[in-house]
Protein backbone atom coordinates (compact mmCIF):
# COMPACT_ATOMS: atom_id res chain seq x y z
CA UNK A 1 0.00 0.00 0.00
CA UNK A 2 1.53 3.54 -0.79
CA UNK A 3 1.27 6.39 1.58
CA UNK A 4 0.83 10.03 0.91
CA UNK A 5 2.88 11.14 4.04
CA UNK A 6 5.98 11.27 1.80
CA UNK A 7 4.30 14.10 -0.13
CA UNK A 8 2.88 15.73 2.90
CA UNK A 9 6.56 15.71 4.55
CA UNK A 10 8.32 17.29 2.15
CA UNK A 11 5.53 19.61 1.70
CA UNK A 12 5.71 20.90 5.13
CA UNK A 13 9.68 20.48 5.14
CA UNK A 14 8.90 23.32 2.21
CA UNK A 15 7.04 25.42 4.41
CA UNK A 16 9.02 25.46 7.27
CA UNK A 17 12.50 26.19 5.22
CA UNK A 18 10.44 29.00 3.61
CA UNK A 19 9.88 30.37 7.07
CA UNK A 20 13.28 30.37 8.57
CA UNK A 21 15.85 29.64 5.92
CA UNK A 22 17.89 32.53 4.98
CA UNK A 23 17.59 34.41 1.34
CA UNK A 24 20.95 32.97 0.67
CA UNK A 25 19.77 29.18 0.65
CA UNK A 26 15.33 29.50 0.06
CA UNK A 27 15.38 29.33 -3.68
CA UNK A 28 17.58 26.23 -3.87
CA UNK A 29 16.12 24.42 -0.93
CA UNK A 30 12.81 25.49 -2.05
CA UNK A 31 13.80 23.74 -5.94
CA UNK A 32 14.81 20.49 -4.22
CA UNK A 33 12.39 19.96 -2.45
CA UNK A 34 9.95 21.01 -5.31
CA UNK A 35 11.66 18.26 -7.59
CA UNK A 36 11.69 15.77 -4.56
CA UNK A 37 7.34 16.24 -4.92
CA UNK A 38 7.74 15.70 -8.73
CA UNK A 39 9.89 12.08 -8.38
CA UNK A 40 7.76 10.99 -5.86
CA UNK A 41 4.26 11.62 -8.05
CA UNK A 42 6.19 10.34 -10.77
CA UNK A 43 7.13 7.00 -9.02
CA UNK A 44 3.28 6.69 -8.08
CA UNK A 45 2.32 7.00 -11.99
CA UNK A 46 4.77 3.77 -12.49
CA UNK A 47 3.46 2.17 -9.45
CA UNK A 48 -0.21 2.39 -11.45
CA UNK A 49 1.31 1.04 -14.44
CA UNK A 50 1.07 -2.21 -12.69
CA UNK A 51 -2.49 -2.34 -12.90
CA UNK A 52 -4.66 -3.91 -15.58
CA UNK A 53 -7.79 -1.47 -14.93
CA UNK A 54 -6.52 2.15 -13.15
CA UNK A 55 -10.25 3.62 -12.35
CA UNK A 56 -11.66 0.34 -11.10
CA UNK A 57 -8.42 -0.74 -9.07
CA UNK A 58 -8.25 2.85 -7.40
CA UNK A 59 -6.24 1.97 -3.96
CA UNK A 60 -6.49 3.76 -0.99
CA UNK A 61 -3.42 5.95 -0.38
CA UNK A 62 -3.86 7.59 2.77
CA UNK A 63 -6.39 7.85 5.49
CA UNK A 64 -6.28 10.14 8.69
CA UNK A 65 -9.06 9.94 11.14
CA UNK A 66 -9.19 11.52 14.70
CA UNK A 67 -12.09 11.64 16.23
CA UNK A 68 -15.41 12.02 14.21
CA UNK A 69 -12.70 13.43 11.26
CA UNK A 70 -12.27 10.97 8.77
CA UNK A 71 -10.10 11.99 5.69
CA UNK A 72 -9.60 9.46 3.07
CA UNK A 73 -7.50 9.97 -0.30
CA UNK A 74 -7.31 7.95 -3.45
CA UNK A 75 -5.04 8.12 -6.94
CA UNK A 76 -6.68 6.66 -10.04
CA UNK A 77 -5.41 7.21 -13.54
CA UNK A 78 -7.04 10.45 -14.30
CA UNK A 79 -6.12 12.24 -11.43
CA UNK A 80 -2.49 10.88 -10.85
CA UNK A 81 -1.65 12.57 -14.37
CA UNK A 82 -2.98 16.06 -13.02
CA UNK A 83 -0.78 15.77 -9.72
CA UNK A 84 2.26 15.30 -11.93
CA UNK A 85 1.16 18.46 -13.95
CA UNK A 86 0.93 20.60 -10.57
CA UNK A 87 4.25 19.32 -9.45
CA UNK A 88 5.71 19.85 -12.70
CA UNK A 89 4.18 23.61 -13.04
CA UNK A 90 5.53 23.86 -9.37
CA UNK A 91 9.12 23.12 -9.95
CA UNK A 92 8.70 25.43 -13.38
CA UNK A 93 7.09 28.22 -11.49
CA UNK A 94 9.91 28.67 -8.62
CA UNK A 95 12.80 28.47 -11.28
CA UNK A 96 10.58 31.69 -13.23
CA UNK A 97 10.24 33.56 -10.07
CA UNK A 98 13.91 33.05 -9.47
CA UNK A 99 15.31 36.58 -9.52
CA UNK A 100 12.03 38.21 -8.07
CA UNK A 101 13.35 40.93 -5.30
CA UNK A 102 9.95 41.44 -4.00
CA UNK A 103 9.11 39.32 -1.27
CA UNK A 104 10.29 36.02 -2.98
CA UNK A 105 9.91 33.95 0.48
CA UNK A 106 6.00 34.80 0.73
CA UNK A 107 5.71 33.61 -2.65
CA UNK A 108 6.85 30.31 -2.56
CA UNK A 109 4.51 29.91 0.51
CA UNK A 110 1.82 30.93 -1.71
CA UNK A 111 3.43 28.53 -4.32
CA UNK A 112 3.15 25.50 -1.74
CA UNK A 113 -0.31 26.58 -0.63
CA UNK A 114 -1.70 26.18 -3.90
CA UNK A 115 0.02 22.79 -4.57
CA UNK A 116 -1.58 21.42 -1.32
CA UNK A 117 -4.98 22.53 -2.71
CA UNK A 118 -4.57 21.33 -5.90
CA UNK A 119 -3.28 18.11 -4.90
CA UNK A 120 -6.03 17.70 -2.16
CA UNK A 121 -8.59 18.29 -5.28
CA UNK A 122 -7.23 15.83 -7.70
CA UNK A 123 -7.26 12.95 -4.60
CA UNK A 124 -10.50 13.79 -2.70
CA UNK A 125 -13.16 11.30 -2.68
CA UNK A 126 -15.92 12.86 -0.15
CA UNK A 127 -17.42 15.86 -2.20
CA UNK A 128 -17.48 18.14 0.70
CA UNK A 129 -13.08 17.78 0.83
CA UNK A 130 -13.24 18.13 -2.37
CA UNK A 131 -15.88 21.97 -2.65
CA UNK A 132 -13.44 22.56 0.32
CA UNK A 133 -10.53 22.76 -1.43
CA UNK A 134 -11.71 23.58 -4.24
CA UNK A 135 -12.52 27.21 -2.87
CA UNK A 136 -9.83 27.40 -0.55
CA UNK A 137 -7.25 27.59 -4.15
CA UNK A 138 -9.29 31.02 -3.97
CA UNK A 139 -6.97 32.49 -1.62
CA UNK A 140 -3.34 32.04 -2.23
CA UNK A 141 -4.08 32.97 -5.80
CA UNK A 142 -6.02 36.38 -5.10
CA UNK A 143 -3.10 36.66 -3.22
CA UNK A 144 -0.99 36.54 -5.92
CA UNK A 145 -2.83 38.39 -8.46
CA UNK A 146 -3.70 41.01 -5.91
CA UNK A 147 0.14 41.49 -4.30
CA UNK A 148 2.39 40.42 -7.23
CA UNK A 149 0.48 41.44 -10.32
CA UNK A 150 1.71 43.29 -12.65
CA UNK A 151 -0.43 46.58 -13.27
CA UNK A 152 -3.18 49.23 -11.85
CA UNK A 153 -5.95 47.10 -12.25
CA UNK A 154 -4.44 44.22 -9.79
CA UNK A 155 -6.99 44.64 -7.07
CA UNK A 156 -9.76 45.40 -9.55
CA UNK A 157 -9.00 41.87 -10.60
CA UNK A 158 -8.11 39.97 -7.94
CA UNK A 159 -11.43 40.88 -6.87
CA UNK A 160 -12.88 39.92 -10.14
CA UNK A 161 -11.55 36.71 -9.70
CA UNK A 162 -12.47 35.86 -6.48
CA UNK A 163 -15.89 36.80 -6.02
CA UNK A 164 -17.19 35.70 -9.50
CA UNK A 165 -15.47 32.06 -8.97
CA UNK A 166 -17.11 31.94 -5.43
CA UNK A 167 -20.53 33.03 -6.25
CA UNK A 168 -20.97 30.29 -9.10
CA UNK A 169 -19.66 27.97 -6.24
CA UNK A 170 -22.77 28.61 -4.20
CA UNK A 171 -24.68 26.45 -6.51
CA UNK A 172 -22.59 23.51 -6.14
CA UNK A 173 -22.39 23.54 -2.28
CA UNK A 174 -26.00 23.73 -2.18
CA UNK A 175 -26.07 20.34 -4.42
CA UNK A 176 -23.59 18.75 -2.14
CA UNK A 177 -25.99 19.51 0.92
CA UNK A 178 -29.12 18.50 -0.73
CA UNK A 179 -27.54 15.02 -1.93
CA UNK A 180 -26.35 14.79 1.71
CA UNK A 181 -30.06 15.03 3.31
CA UNK A 182 -31.26 12.79 0.89
CA UNK A 183 -28.58 9.39 1.20
CA UNK A 184 -26.36 10.58 4.26
CA UNK A 185 -22.88 10.46 2.62
CA UNK A 186 -21.18 12.79 -0.09
CA UNK A 187 -18.48 9.69 -0.30
CA UNK A 188 -18.33 9.56 -3.87
CA UNK A 189 -17.66 6.09 -3.77
CA UNK A 190 -21.32 5.34 -1.64
CA UNK A 191 -23.27 8.02 -3.67
CA UNK A 192 -22.16 5.84 -6.79
CA UNK A 193 -23.84 2.65 -5.60
CA UNK A 194 -27.76 4.62 -5.26
CA UNK A 195 -29.24 5.12 -8.19
CA UNK A 196 -30.61 8.97 -8.04
CA UNK A 197 -33.61 9.29 -9.83
CA UNK A 198 -33.49 11.27 -12.78
CA UNK A 199 -36.04 14.27 -11.75
CA UNK A 200 -33.24 14.67 -9.09
CA UNK A 201 -30.50 14.57 -11.26
CA UNK A 202 -31.92 17.32 -13.45
CA UNK A 203 -31.31 19.55 -10.29
CA UNK A 204 -28.11 18.76 -8.69
CA UNK A 205 -26.84 18.68 -11.88
CA UNK A 206 -27.54 22.69 -12.58
CA UNK A 207 -25.83 23.32 -9.24
CA UNK A 208 -22.97 21.53 -9.99
CA UNK A 209 -21.98 22.80 -13.64
CA UNK A 210 -22.77 26.26 -12.91
CA UNK A 211 -20.35 26.38 -10.84
CA UNK A 212 -18.05 23.71 -13.68
CA UNK A 213 -19.15 26.35 -16.37
CA UNK A 214 -17.25 29.48 -14.51
CA UNK A 215 -14.27 27.74 -13.36
CA UNK A 216 -13.45 25.92 -17.06
CA UNK A 217 -14.88 29.05 -18.55
CA UNK A 218 -17.04 29.32 -20.79
CA UNK A 219 -18.93 31.98 -22.20
CA UNK A 220 -20.60 33.70 -21.46
CA UNK A 221 -19.09 33.61 -18.05
CA UNK A 222 -15.61 34.01 -18.96
CA UNK A 223 -15.24 37.66 -17.99
CA UNK A 224 -13.01 37.39 -15.57
CA UNK A 225 -10.20 35.03 -17.05
CA UNK A 226 -8.64 37.38 -19.67
CA UNK A 227 -8.75 40.37 -16.15
CA UNK A 228 -7.06 37.60 -13.83
CA UNK A 229 -4.52 36.44 -16.32
CA UNK A 230 -3.99 40.42 -17.44
CA UNK A 231 -2.83 41.44 -13.87
CA UNK A 232 -1.54 38.42 -12.64
CA UNK A 233 2.30 37.82 -12.20
CA UNK A 234 3.89 35.37 -14.68
CA UNK A 235 3.71 32.27 -12.08
CA UNK A 236 0.21 33.42 -11.46
CA UNK A 237 -0.81 32.75 -15.19
CA UNK A 238 0.82 29.54 -15.28
CA UNK A 239 -0.64 28.01 -12.41
CA UNK A 240 -4.25 29.77 -13.18
CA UNK A 241 -4.25 28.43 -17.42
CA UNK A 242 -1.93 25.39 -16.27
CA UNK A 243 -4.20 23.74 -13.77
CA UNK A 244 -6.42 25.39 -12.25
CA UNK A 245 -8.84 25.66 -15.35
CA UNK A 246 -8.90 22.13 -15.65
CA UNK A 247 -10.65 21.90 -12.18
CA UNK A 248 -13.70 22.52 -13.81
CA UNK A 249 -13.61 19.68 -16.57
CA UNK A 250 -11.76 17.45 -13.61
CA UNK A 251 -14.74 17.55 -11.95
CA UNK A 252 -16.77 17.04 -14.93
CA UNK A 253 -15.17 13.36 -15.20
CA UNK A 254 -14.65 12.19 -11.47
CA UNK A 255 -18.43 13.64 -10.14
CA UNK A 256 -21.09 15.04 -12.96
CA UNK A 257 -20.50 11.97 -15.24
CA UNK A 258 -20.52 9.10 -12.68
CA UNK A 259 -23.42 10.63 -10.46
CA UNK A 260 -25.76 12.53 -12.56
CA UNK A 261 -24.93 11.09 -16.09
CA UNK A 262 -28.84 10.21 -17.48
CA UNK A 263 -28.80 14.35 -16.47
CA UNK A 264 -25.48 14.68 -18.78
CA UNK A 265 -27.34 13.29 -21.87
CA UNK A 266 -29.92 15.25 -21.02
CA UNK A 267 -28.72 18.72 -20.74
CA UNK A 268 -25.85 17.37 -23.48
CA UNK A 269 -27.45 19.46 -26.43
CA UNK A 270 -27.49 22.58 -24.85
CA UNK A 271 -23.51 22.31 -23.73
CA UNK A 272 -22.91 21.14 -27.26
CA UNK A 273 -24.44 24.12 -28.23
CA UNK A 274 -22.77 26.56 -25.67
CA UNK A 275 -19.70 25.43 -26.12
CA UNK A 276 -19.26 25.62 -30.05
CA UNK A 277 -20.46 29.29 -29.15
CA UNK A 278 -17.04 29.63 -26.65
CA UNK A 279 -14.91 28.31 -29.54
CA UNK A 280 -16.05 30.67 -32.15
CA UNK A 281 -16.72 33.57 -29.89
CA UNK A 282 -13.82 33.27 -27.79
CA UNK A 283 -11.47 32.92 -31.18
CA UNK A 284 -13.00 35.87 -33.09
CA UNK A 285 -12.73 37.48 -29.75
CA UNK A 286 -8.67 36.98 -29.35
CA UNK A 287 -8.37 37.98 -33.36
CA UNK A 288 -9.03 41.53 -31.93
CA UNK A 289 -6.27 41.57 -29.01
CA UNK A 290 -3.52 44.26 -28.76
CA UNK A 291 -2.10 42.71 -25.45
CA UNK A 292 -0.28 39.46 -25.70
CA UNK A 293 -1.29 37.95 -22.25
CA UNK A 294 -5.37 38.80 -23.45
CA UNK A 295 -4.86 36.88 -26.61
CA UNK A 296 -3.38 33.61 -24.98
CA UNK A 297 -6.14 34.34 -22.41
CA UNK A 298 -8.88 34.06 -25.05
CA UNK A 299 -7.53 31.48 -27.02
CA UNK A 300 -7.05 29.36 -23.53
CA UNK A 301 -11.37 29.83 -23.23
CA UNK A 302 -11.83 28.38 -27.03
CA UNK A 303 -9.58 25.60 -25.85
CA UNK A 304 -11.14 24.72 -22.87
CA UNK A 305 -14.06 24.63 -24.66
CA UNK A 306 -13.10 22.01 -26.94
CA UNK A 307 -12.58 20.14 -23.82
CA UNK A 308 -16.00 20.37 -22.81
CA UNK A 309 -16.93 19.94 -26.53
CA UNK A 310 -15.40 16.49 -26.52
CA UNK A 311 -16.47 15.15 -23.26
CA UNK A 312 -20.37 16.00 -23.72
CA UNK A 313 -20.22 13.52 -26.95
CA UNK A 314 -20.08 10.74 -24.94
CA UNK A 315 -18.10 8.46 -26.89
CA UNK A 316 -14.50 7.64 -26.47
CA UNK A 317 -12.74 9.26 -28.69
CA UNK A 318 -14.46 12.28 -27.65
CA UNK A 319 -13.28 11.71 -24.41
CA UNK A 320 -9.70 10.73 -24.74
CA UNK A 321 -9.22 13.55 -26.70
CA UNK A 322 -10.71 15.92 -24.10
CA UNK A 323 -8.05 14.28 -21.71
CA UNK A 324 -5.19 15.08 -24.14
CA UNK A 325 -6.09 18.26 -24.85
CA UNK A 326 -6.41 19.29 -21.31
CA UNK A 327 -3.07 18.27 -20.60
CA UNK A 328 -1.47 19.86 -23.63
CA UNK A 329 -3.03 23.00 -22.81
CA UNK A 330 -1.46 22.75 -19.43
CA UNK A 331 1.69 22.57 -21.14
CA UNK A 332 1.93 24.77 -24.26
CA UNK A 333 -0.48 28.07 -22.37
CA UNK A 334 1.92 27.50 -19.43
CA UNK A 335 4.70 27.98 -22.03
CA UNK A 336 3.37 31.01 -23.71
CA UNK A 337 2.62 32.95 -20.46
CA UNK A 338 6.30 31.82 -19.61
CA UNK A 339 7.22 33.57 -22.81
CA UNK A 340 5.16 36.58 -22.63
CA UNK A 341 6.09 36.95 -19.06
CA UNK A 342 9.89 37.23 -20.18
CA UNK A 343 9.52 39.72 -22.75
CA UNK A 344 7.76 41.73 -20.31
CA UNK A 345 10.41 41.24 -17.68
CA UNK A 346 12.78 43.17 -20.41
CA UNK A 347 10.21 45.74 -21.80
CA UNK A 348 7.87 46.45 -19.10
CA UNK A 349 5.14 46.27 -21.93
CA UNK A 350 3.11 43.44 -24.15
CA UNK A 351 0.87 45.93 -26.54
CA UNK A 352 1.76 44.21 -29.87
CA UNK A 353 2.08 47.85 -31.69
CA UNK A 354 5.74 48.38 -29.44
CA UNK A 355 7.33 45.18 -30.51
CA UNK A 356 8.54 44.32 -33.68
CA UNK A 357 11.39 42.84 -35.81
CA UNK A 358 12.79 40.90 -32.59
CA UNK A 359 13.65 37.87 -34.53
CA UNK A 360 16.91 39.27 -35.48
CA UNK A 361 17.83 40.13 -32.37
CA UNK A 362 16.53 37.11 -29.80
CA UNK A 363 16.57 33.86 -32.24
CA UNK A 364 16.70 31.58 -29.68
CA UNK A 365 13.71 33.24 -28.06
CA UNK A 366 12.15 33.68 -31.49
CA UNK A 367 12.37 29.35 -31.96
CA UNK A 368 10.86 28.99 -28.83
CA UNK A 369 8.19 31.55 -29.26
CA UNK A 370 7.17 29.57 -33.26
CA UNK A 371 7.17 26.14 -31.52
CA UNK A 372 4.95 26.85 -28.53
CA UNK A 373 2.67 29.20 -31.21
CA UNK A 374 2.43 25.47 -33.57
CA UNK A 375 1.42 23.88 -30.56
CA UNK A 376 -0.91 26.15 -29.78
CA UNK A 377 -2.69 26.28 -33.37
CA UNK A 378 -2.55 22.29 -32.85
CA UNK A 379 0.34 22.18 -35.42
CA UNK A 380 0.48 18.11 -36.47
CA UNK A 381 3.09 16.37 -34.39
CA UNK A 382 2.47 18.24 -31.45
CA UNK A 383 -0.04 16.76 -28.66
CA UNK A 384 -2.46 19.32 -29.10
CA UNK A 385 -3.07 18.52 -32.37
CA UNK A 386 -4.01 14.84 -31.38
CA UNK A 387 -6.14 16.13 -28.80
CA UNK A 388 -8.68 18.40 -30.99
CA UNK A 389 -8.16 16.18 -33.77
CA UNK A 390 -9.85 13.39 -31.54
CA UNK A 391 -12.63 15.73 -29.98
CA UNK A 392 -13.51 16.43 -33.53
CA UNK A 393 -13.73 13.33 -34.58
CA UNK A 394 -15.87 12.60 -31.83
CA UNK A 395 -18.34 15.39 -32.39
CA UNK A 396 -18.23 14.27 -36.07
CA UNK A 397 -19.62 11.09 -35.25
CA UNK A 398 -22.51 12.92 -32.89
CA UNK A 399 -23.55 15.60 -35.13
CA UNK A 400 -22.17 17.13 -38.14
CA UNK A 401 -23.44 20.23 -37.67
CA UNK A 402 -21.10 20.94 -34.84
CA UNK A 403 -18.40 19.37 -36.19
CA UNK A 404 -18.03 21.69 -38.65
CA UNK A 405 -18.61 24.83 -36.98
CA UNK A 406 -16.34 23.73 -34.36
CA UNK A 407 -14.08 23.05 -36.93
CA UNK A 408 -13.57 26.87 -37.55
CA UNK A 409 -12.33 27.34 -33.91
CA UNK A 410 -8.68 25.24 -35.74
CA UNK A 411 -8.65 27.57 -38.50
CA UNK A 412 -9.51 31.10 -36.48
CA UNK A 413 -6.14 29.02 -33.51
CA UNK A 414 -3.97 29.49 -37.13
CA UNK A 415 -4.78 33.02 -37.70
CA UNK A 416 -4.53 35.19 -34.72
CA UNK A 417 -1.34 32.67 -33.23
CA UNK A 418 0.31 33.82 -36.59
CA UNK A 419 -0.73 37.22 -36.21
CA UNK A 420 0.58 36.81 -32.51
CA UNK A 421 3.80 35.66 -34.16
CA UNK A 422 4.33 37.79 -37.02
CA UNK A 423 3.33 40.76 -35.13
CA UNK A 424 6.51 40.00 -32.31
CA UNK A 425 9.00 38.86 -34.68
CA UNK A 426 8.55 40.11 -37.97
CA UNK A 427 7.56 43.04 -38.52
CA UNK A 428 9.31 46.56 -38.45
CA UNK A 429 11.82 46.88 -35.60
CA UNK A 430 11.29 49.87 -33.50
CA UNK A 431 14.28 51.34 -32.41
CA UNK A 432 13.03 54.13 -30.46
CA UNK A 433 11.02 52.06 -28.30
CA UNK A 434 13.03 48.72 -27.57
CA UNK A 435 16.40 49.40 -27.55
CA UNK A 436 18.18 46.63 -25.66
CA UNK A 437 17.74 42.93 -26.53
CA UNK A 438 18.97 39.70 -24.78
CA UNK A 439 17.78 36.38 -25.89
CA UNK A 440 16.73 33.53 -23.28
CA UNK A 441 19.07 32.83 -20.33
CA UNK A 442 19.83 29.45 -19.57
CA UNK A 443 17.24 29.22 -16.97
CA UNK A 444 14.43 30.67 -19.16
CA UNK A 445 15.38 28.15 -21.51
CA UNK A 446 15.22 24.99 -19.84
CA UNK A 447 12.30 26.04 -18.08
CA UNK A 448 10.62 26.08 -21.63
CA UNK A 449 12.65 23.28 -22.76
CA UNK A 450 11.38 20.74 -20.70
CA UNK A 451 7.50 21.70 -21.91
CA UNK A 452 8.68 21.38 -25.69
CA UNK A 453 10.01 17.89 -24.73
CA UNK A 454 7.10 16.94 -23.41
CA UNK A 455 4.46 18.40 -25.90
CA UNK A 456 6.40 16.62 -28.85
CA UNK A 457 6.65 13.65 -27.68
CA UNK A 458 3.29 12.87 -26.45
CA UNK A 459 2.30 14.46 -29.39
CA UNK A 460 4.35 11.77 -31.73
CA UNK A 461 3.61 8.63 -29.04
CA UNK A 462 0.38 9.79 -27.31
CA UNK A 463 -0.04 6.15 -26.25
CA UNK A 464 2.31 6.58 -23.21
CA UNK A 465 -0.46 8.60 -21.34
CA UNK A 466 -3.64 6.97 -23.00
CA UNK A 467 -3.30 3.73 -21.25
CA UNK A 468 -3.68 5.45 -17.77
CA UNK A 469 -7.75 6.54 -18.75
CA UNK A 470 -8.87 4.70 -21.98
CA UNK A 471 -9.80 2.04 -19.82
CA UNK A 472 -12.42 4.41 -18.28
CA UNK A 473 -13.11 5.75 -21.11
CA UNK A 474 -14.38 2.70 -22.26
CA UNK A 475 -16.32 1.74 -19.15
CA UNK A 476 -18.16 5.14 -19.55
CA UNK A 477 -19.32 5.02 -22.75
Known amino acids: MLDFSVYYFLLLG ?61 LDGI ?138 PMVPVHIWLPEAHVEAPTVGSVILAGV ?43 LTQVDMKKIVAYSSVAHMNYVVLGLFVFNVSGFVGAMFLMLSHGLVSSGLFMLVGFLYERYKTRILLYFGGIARMMPLFTFMFFVFVLANMSFPGTFS ?37 NSVFFSTLKFNIIRGFSDLTKREFYCLFVLFVLFMLFGIKPAYLSVLFDRFAIGLF
Open 14 to 74: GWITSLFLTNKYLRQVSLIISFLILIWSLYISFVFSYYTSIFDSTVLLYQFSLWNFNYQCQ
Open 79 to 216: SILFVILSNLLLVLCLLVNWNLKYKQREVIIMLYFVNFMLFNVFVAVELIFFYIFFEAILIPMFMLIGIWGSRERKINAAYQFFLYTLLGSVFMIVSILWLYSHYGTTDIRLLNMYSVGVSRQLIFWLGFFISIAIKV
Open 244 to 286: LLKLGTYAVIKFLFPLFLAASMYYAPAVLTLSVFGILYASLTT
Open 385 to 421: FVGEFLVLMGVMLKTTVIGVLASLGMIFAAGYSLMLY
